[in-house]
């Protein structure tokens, strides 16, 4: 794998990593020689209970923080190494959008490729225009701010800004967190239909169980303070531990398998009505 290659099958590559933080009368271990590989091309979710880690290990991929031993390879190289490059490497949408507040919703989109100064300010702002309507939002809500956008249209103005440089990889922080049903079915079907278009490969932090069950093509399980399986749905719920019992096999992890299910196959959904 040659250092930041945008095509290298591993794109993220966690080997030995320990997080530890100095807490009053001694040290919080979060994670313990922790490893992790995420292939080009995957949407893979993190998932694990409060305190596991999850954000703390996205902060990490993203370069935003260091792990205490170890190492967190992005495309070949550490986070630190990619340097300017980063924002053209990795796309980050965090879990309330964290859109700039006194900046319409053009130049929230804008500021990363203003932030370089390497176009003219008109391709600048095409660029943002074209990735407002990428994420389903139209030219007029170009000059609105965030003050006067929906939840989930916030998510869509965060993820536009994610994108605005083409990042082969996106991370996401519990994208649909806040959204009702309807704007959640309907923000996942826009990630799903990016990830086809864009060839993008997404790392995915959430809690809620119909997006990640309809979403991730691989579950890594945090616990135990480290990644305790890493594979599909039907390969995770197979491991026996009480996390994954609780959190999968529970009444709500049935309810969201049984409509995962009636969502591939609809001539389920009669016979249980």
Known sequence: MSLMDPQADIVVDIQGLWTVFAKPGGEQVVHKDLALQIRRGEILSL?????????????????????????VRVLGAPPAA???????????LFQHGALFSAFSVLDNIALPLRELKLLPDAL??????????MV???????????????GGMIKRVALARALI????????????????????????????????ELGLTVVMVTHDLDTLLDLSTRIAVLADQRVI??????????????????????????????????????????ERA
Do not use: N, W
Request: proline share 7%.
């Open 82 to 92: 990619l340097g300017a490059q980063g924002g053209a490497l990795v796309g980050m």
């Open 124 to 133: 600048v702002r095409d660029a943002a225009l074209v990735k407002l309507q």
């Open 165 to 196: 440089m083409d990042p082969p990889l996106l991370l996401l922080d519990e994208p649909t967190a806040g959204l009702d049903p309807e704007a959640s079915d309907s923000f996942c079907d826009l990630l799903r239909g990016l990830h086809r």
């Open 229 to 270: 399986v890493a594979g599909s749905a039907q390969e995770v719920i197979a491991l026996d531990h009480p996390f994954i019992r609780h959190y999968f096999l529970g009444g709500r992890g049935q309810r969201a398998l049984l409509a995962l299910q009636d969502k591939k196959d609809p001539s389920r959904a009669p």
């Open 47 to 71: 998932v694990g209970g409060s305190g596991t880690g999850k954000t703390v290990l996205l902060r990490q991929i993203l370069g935003l923080q260091a792990p205490t031993r170890g190492q």
């Open 136 to 150: 389903g939002l139209g030219p007029e809500h170009a000059h609105k701010m965030p003050s006067d956008l929906s």
